[in-house]
């Protein structure tokens, strides 16, 4: 952080009042930069999604308590997400695996102050969308954020492979690709696919870059659904005024490295898709172990 990036002021709110507290814009942005973009809370569906997130379809818990403790919780039969201060608390298993994270939903019968709620709040710390001298927009943390502090969810729409692809074989080398290809492993042969597209309907999370060396983790959280939302964790303490980044890879830094993420669809390329496949995008990180370019796993295509 050098003195020119601490004299940037904020004003605007990116949410327009709907986060629980002003994601601002740096008065520098011009106002359309934002012009085509829809900011919501959480993830919608789109194309090719056959479940609308916002159904309650998981079951609640039966703990009439403050807090929900995991001897007696279903919701924490994997374990305790987050200690007492809302903070992650993952572990992986012998096998190298994350365990899966489920959070109480609004058919749990513990208060909403349980402990066990943390994702579905949304964005609850200072966060400022700025431009940047050569990665276009990013986002800076204006507080300081501890250690396994829960940031933003990478919103936008829920949509098919199908979808994806397209939307990916239509871009010009220009483009940038916002598409997050989840896909979780559960045993055997077994993987279930999420893909995520906040391009036009999004929120912060869409503006955070791409580190090599990243100090946010992406961990998949269930709430009210088996949809997944990829949330963004602190993975170490970050100053104010230092900008937020994450993996677009995964990486083998955080929790989720047996989990991996593309920056690109699925699919199988034939006839003149094969000229539309997308090149690599030079990498701007700056981070000591940089590779050079932006992530991007052609075997989705395949």
């Given at each position: ?9 904020y004003?605007?709110?990116l ?23 829809q ?7 789109g ?11 998981l079951p ?42 489920f ?21 609850e710390?200072?966060l ?17 954020l501890?250690?396994?502090r ?6 936008g729409?829920?949509?098919?492979s ?9 871009q010009?080398p220009?483009d940038?690709?916002?598409?997050i290809?989840?896909q ?18 999004g ?78 995008k ?5 981070a ?9 796993d ?5």
């Amino acid at each position: 952080m050098n003195k020119e990036d601490m004299i940037r002021t904020y004003s605007q709110d990116l949410s327009g009042g709907l986060e629980n507290v002003p994601v601002l814009i740096e008065n520098s942005v011009p106002k359309e930069a934002f012009s085509n973009f829809q900011y919501v809370l959480e993830s919608v569906q789109g194309p090719g999604c056959d479940i609308d997130p916002s159904a309650v379809t998981l079951p609640g818990c039966s703990c009439r308590v403050q807090s929900c403790l995991p001897d007696s919780c279903h919701c924490l039969r994997f374990g305790q997400t987050y200690d007492s201060k809302g903070r992650l608390n993952q572990q992986q298993e012998d096998d190298g695996f994350s365990r899966p994270v489920f959070e109480c939903n609004a058919l749990c019968a513990c208060s909403e102050s349980c402990q066990n709620r943390v994702v579905q709040k949304w964005v609850e710390v200072r966060l400022g969308v700025f431009s940047t001298k050569d990665r276009g927009l990013g986002v800076e943390a204006l507080e300081r954020l501890p250690c396994g502090r829960f940031v933003c969810e990478y919103a936008g729409e829920i949509i098919g492979s199908h979808e994806a692809r397209r939307r990916q074989l239509s871009q010009t080398p220009l483009d940038m690709n916002y598409i997050i290809a989840l896909q979780e492993h559960s045993g055997g042969d077994r993987v279930t696919q999420t893909f995520v597209d906040p391009l036009t309907i999004g929120n912060v999370g869409r503006f955070i870059n791409h580190s090599c060396k990243p100090n946010l983790v992406m961990v998949p959280i269930r709430v009210h659904s088996l949809l997944p939302r990829l949330a963004l964790f602190a993975n170490r303490d970050i100053e104010r005024y230092e900008e937020l980044t994450f993996d677009y890879a995964g990486g083998q830094n955080s929790n989720t490295d047996t989990r991996k993420w593309d920056k690109a669809p699925t699919g199988t390329l034939t006839g003149a898709d094969v000229d539309k496949i997308p090149l690599r995008k030079v990498c701007h990180c700056g981070a000591s172990n940089c590779t050079g370019f932006l992530p991007l796993d052609m075997s989705v295509l395949h």
